[in-house]
């Protein structure tokens, strides 16, 4: 998969169960459709 921003190489994370692309050029993060939001919501769980 190619970086929309700078066509560099992505690499995919994993955490809590959300895949994450981030590009290994200008490391921007990728998510998919409410995969913010699942995180978020993860964290705040993970905080309470």
């Known amino acids: 998969m190619q970086c929309p ?3 560099g190489s992505m690499r995919t994370y994993e955490r809590n169960g959300v895949h994450i692309e981030q590009c ?5 993060i990728f998510l998919d459709y409410g995969e913010l ?3 978020s919501r993860m964290e705040m769980q993970y905080h309470s």
Not at 24 to 28: H, S, V
Request: net charge neutral.
């Open 37 to 39: 939001e699942t995180l």
């Open 24 to 28: 290994d050029n200008c490391r921007g």
């Open 5 to 7: 921003k700078c066509h």
